[in-house]
C-alpha cells in the first residue's frame, strides 16, 4: 500500500493550490484520512481531517480558507487551498488508516509535497 501526494508548488500570497493523495495497493477500505503540514524548524501539525462517510475537521488558521475532501471510489484524498499566506509554507504530507483485510487497519503516510508562498 501506498500514498502519493502531489500538488504542490510555488504560490503567490493570495492564490490557489490543489493537493491531491491518492492511495493503491492491496487496499480493502479506507477510514479516516488527515492532512498534516510541517514548516521549516517547527513541529508537524494537522491542518485538516475527513472521516470516511465526509465528516471533516480543521485547524484554527486554516478554517474558511481549505477544503479537505475525498472520492472513495478513486481511493484519493483532495485539499482544496485558497487565499493562501506566506504562513502556509510547509511540507504537506497525507496519512490515511487503510484496512488491507476486514480486521486489519494501519496507519500510512505520503512522502509529502512541498507548498511554497511567495511573492
Known amino acids: 500500500v501506498q500514498l502519493q501526494a502531489s500538488g504542490g508548488g510555488l504560490v503567490q500570497p493570495g492564490g490557489s493550490l490543489r493537493l491531491s493523495c491518492a492511495a493503491s495497493g492491496s487496499i480493502f477500505s479506507i477510514s479516516g484520512m488527515r492532512w498534516y503540514r510541517q514548516a521549516p524548524g517547527k513541529q508537524r501539525e494537522l491542518v485538516a481531517s475527513i472521516t470516511t462517510f465526509g465528516s471533516t475537521n480543521y485547524a484554527d488558521s486554516v478554517k474558511g480558507r481549505f477544503t479537505i475532501s475525498r472520492d472513495n471510489a478513486k481511493k484519493t484524498m483532495y485539499l482544496q487551498m485558497n487565499s493562501l499566506v506566506p504562513e502556509d509554507t510547509a511540507v504537506y504530507y497525507c496519512?490515511?488508516?487503510?484496512?488491507?483485510?476486514?480486521?486489519?487497519?494501519?496507519?500510512?503516510w505520503g512522502q509529502g509535497t512541498l507548498v511554497t508562498v511567495s511573492s
Open positions: 496519512y490515511a488508516n487503510i484496512f488491507v483485510n476486514r480486521n486489519t487497519p494501519k496507519d500510512y
